[in-house]
């Protein structure tokens, strides 16, 4: 099973675990304001998981519907390989810096740079994401990202699989 549906599976666990025989029904609505930064760090620390050792992943309150989010933190000195995903994915660096060597040719926007070009990194080559920088991969990319600091590092991510958009956007409503 590929790393994302395995994030997916597990976090339809944690959702869908509760619900059961003998539950009672529950109606669940959205507030018309914003959530505050607050309430999205309580869902996303209660949601968290480990994925391996020194890296933990967690969902953000979003709509079933493509995209996907979710942010992911890396312990510092950790080294985690990533495999191949179907999707497009968004990497947006929150805090602390991974160093990312990748299969496949990148750019990366870098922080304040609204002005400059972006950096164009070659395939198999590393480079440093840090806070504020942000790339998009390709669908399956893979390759490795380090912590080589000595703080957390945290990104949040974006993920759209061409195949999921398609059947989200054709769908019919129901009447």
Do not use: C, H, K
């Not at 669940?28 to 607050?38: I, R, Y």
């Not at 992911?72 to 660096?93: C, K, Q, S």
């Not at 060597?101 to 002005?115: F, S």
Request: hydrophobic share 45%.
């Amino acid at each position: 099973m590929r790393p994302i549906g395995l994030f997916l599976s597990v976090v339809a666990l944690v959702l869908l675990g509760p619900i059961g025989p003998g539950s009672t029904a529950t109606t669940w609505a959205q507030d018309s304001t914003p959530v505050v930064a607050e309430e999205v760090e309580e869902v996303v620390e209660e949601f968290g998981f480990e994925i391996a050792p020194g890296v933990t992943a967690g969902i953000l309150p979003v709509s079933d519907d493509p995209p996907s989010l979710y942010w992911v933190r890396f312990a510092p000195g950790v080294t985690y390989t990533l495999e191949e995903d179907p999707a497009i994915t968004l990497v947006y660096g929150q805090t602390g810096s991974l160093v990312l060597r990748l299969g496949v040719p990148v750019t990366v926007t870098r922080a304040g740079a609204m002005d400059a070009a972006e950096e164009t990194i070659p395939a198999e080559t590393e480079f440093t994401l840090s806070e504020g920088d942000y790339t998009v991969l390709p669908p399956n990319a893979s390759g490795e990202a380090r912590n080589e600091g000595v703080e957390l590092a945290q990104v949040a991510v974006a993920g759209l699989v061409p195949e999921q958009l398609e059947i989200a956007v054709t769908a019919t409503p129901a009447p």
